[in-house]
């Protein structure tokens, strides 16, 4: 079950934190994934992280707000392997601060980075998928779109746009069988909670709000992930996903 053998996967913000697990789990299932990110040194470490465990991947560095050199990557993919089965958008950034003192420009950055980027490769991808009748869209939405939180206006903003998305492509796409749901993650300890992560009352209050009492921990994630791109999850279209340790369940 849940064998992803001869799938190609594009995974974007694949260099670290949940991209990186996710793109991990991926090519343990099987996958040939291509890893996704700004940072070219580090994409040809993991890159070959994998590749010397006999596992199959490659790079592809580009900044996803440069919608163009996104186009080009899938382009270039269809050229070399004919198609693209998988795509996970995660590439995702957040900015924290009051709505009084957010600059337009800073809100901008994150929609475009964690909403237009994703519409913009969903549209890039689809005639790939639709050519071959089969297609897995996995997009990295967060809790944070279901309880909001103070200071990261932009960010719920464009999570909740992402949920949103899912849900009207999953039911655009369904007649060619490509499914398209979205993965909320709750806390995880990753480079873009750095400051919460070190701040000791935020930790305790995560581990008492959280009904797992912890952080997540980011190879918790990559196993939803595989069961969303695997052939098994064919009826499973439109859902938000969360994996969150219950915190969106509890009061
Ligand atoms: N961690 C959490 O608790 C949490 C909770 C809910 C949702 N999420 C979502 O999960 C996703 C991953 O988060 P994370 O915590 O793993 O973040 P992270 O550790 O900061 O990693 C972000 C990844 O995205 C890449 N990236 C950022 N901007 C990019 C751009 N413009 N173009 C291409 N790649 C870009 C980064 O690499 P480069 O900097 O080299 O480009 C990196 O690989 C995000 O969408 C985030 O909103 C995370």
């Not at 053998?5 to 991926?26: F, V």
């Not at 470490?45 to 592809?60: I, M, N, Y």
């Not at 600059?103 to 998928?129: Q, R």
């Not at 949103?164 to 655009?172: D, F, G, I, S």
Request: hydrophobic share 45%; net charge neutral; proline share 3%.
């Amino acid at each position: 079950m849940f064998d992803l053998a001869k799938k190609i996967a594009l995974i974007t913000g694949a260099s670290r934190g949940l991209g990186w697990s996710m793109a991990q789990s991926l090519a343990k299932a099987g996958a040939h994934v291509v890893l996704n990110a700004r940072d070219e040194k580090l994409l040809s470490e993991r890159v070959k992280t994998l590749t010397d465990q006999g596992l199959s991947a490659q790079a592809a560095a580009f900044d996803v707000t440069h919608f163009e050199a996104a186009q080009a990557c899938i382009k270039d993919l269809k050229k070399q392997w004919g198609k693209i089965d998988i795509l996970i958008a995660n590439a995702g950034i957040n900015h924290r601060q009051a709505i009084q003192d957010f600059e337009l420009e800073n809100f901008e950055k994150v929609i475009n980075t964690n909403f237009k980027a994703i519409w913009v490769l969903c549209k890039a991808v689809t005639p790939l998928m639709v050519e071959k009748k089969n297609g897995r869209i996995i997009l990295i939405g967060s809790m944070s779109a279901i309880n909001a939180r103070p200071s990261i206006s932009a960010y719920v903003a464009s999570k909740g746009a992402v949920h949103a998305l899912c849900k009207q492509l999953a039911v655009e796409l369904a007649p060619n069988q490509i499914t398209v749901n979205c993965i909320a993650p709750g806390f995880f300890a990753t480079e873009m909670n750095t400051a919460l992560v070190e701040d000791p009352q935020f930790t305790k209050w995560v581990q008492e709000r959280t009904p797992v009492g912890r952080w997540g921990r980011v190879e918790e994630i990559g196993p939803a992930a595989v069961f969303l791109a695997s052939d098994e999850a064919s009826f499973v279209t439109g859902l938000i996903m969360t994996v969150d340790g219950g915190f969106t369940s509890a009061m």
